[in-house]
């Protein structure tokens, strides 16, 4: 009796689902959910973007809460493989950009140990889309030279940085899962050298419509900060940029922004150009 054929090995795609809203997803990764045979989402991939998704696509909710996983790492892992193994193409889709801060690289490692080919589809990051949104330039030339990305939450508890280098100046830093240790974070920037009246946001729901905004200073943010939902994904944004939200800021939501306790500190605008007269 001749054997069975084994299937033809499958694909994964570790998808970026971006920020929130459904709009800013890259074309591909619009084509592949609409696509593949199966697609393995977080929590943070929101309705809008699963909406895209047809009816006869499988999904397989696998959570990622902070100390709460519906799927543990390594039972995702082999998810991922035993599906390609049996020949269908999966969609692992994250929120943001699966390699920053997305455990993209951990799930890479499974798929190269099992001989799985896979493919990478970059997303915007949450830290791009809440700055777009909120009306926020990471970078400016006259106020921020570089980016620093950083999680507030490591592996097996507060995350260690080197807080000196986090605290320069001249530079603005975006806090990935940074509510719920803000406080620390805040002594720590401080005793570091960073000013306590340095203009930050913390950002819930970014680039959706329940989008909310709290504005202060290092020294009050952790304290206003406090009425935002600590389930809810929050980007915390601190630099002498975030004064200049007031006048960017373009996205109105039903949770506005709280007025600025640094009004007036953004460089003032341009003066108007004269134009020729005939």
């Known amino acids: 009796m001749n054997a069975q054929p084994m299937p033809r090995l499958g694909r994964v795609y570790l998808v970026g689902a971006g920020p929130g809203d459904p709009d800013l997803l890259t ?27 047809p009816p006869g696509v499988e999904r397989v909710f696998a959570g990622k809460q902070r100390a709460h996983h519906h799927l543990r790492q390594p039972v995702l892992n082999d998810l991922l493989v035993e599906r390609a193994r049996a020949g269908q193409t999966v969609v692992r889709l994250k929120g943001g950009d699966p390699f920053v801060f997305g455990r993209g690289g951990e799930e890479l490692e499974a798929l190269l140990h099992a001989g799985v080919p896979f493919e990478i589809v970059p997303g915007i ?22 980016l620093v990305l950083a999680t507030g939450y490591g592996q097996d508890g507060p995350a260690l ?25 805040r002594q720590e920037l401080i005793a570091a050298g960073m000013a306590p009246t340095t203009p930050a946001c913390a950002v819930e729901n970014a680039t959706l419509p329940q989008q909310r905004v709290v504005k202060a200073t290092l020294r009050e943010l952790p304290e206003r900060a406090s ?8 980007l915390v944004i601190i630099g002498d940029v975030v004064a200049l939200q007031d006048r960017y ?10 007025a ?12 108007a150009v004269n134009k020729r007269t005939a």
């Open 27 to 53: 074309v591909k990764a619009l084509r592949l959910l609409q696509t593949v045979d199966v697609v393995v989402h977080d929590r943070l991939v929101g309705p809008g973007v699963l909406a895209l998704i």
């Open 125 to 146: 990051t949450a830290a791009l889309g809440a700055a777009a949104y909120v009306g926020v330039p990471l970078t400016h030339r006259d106020h921020s030279h570089a």
């Open 161 to 185: 940085h080197d807080w000196n280098a986090l605290a320069r100046a001249g530079q603005t830093l975006c806090l990935y899962m940074g509510l719920s240790g803000l406080a620390r974070m």
């Open 227 to 234: 009425r935002l939902d600590p389930t809810s994904p929050v």
């Open 249 to 258: 800021a373009w996205f109105t939501t039903a949770g506005a922004s709280t």
């Open 260 to 271: 600025s306790p640094f009004a007036g500190a953004a460089p003032k605008a341009p003066a």
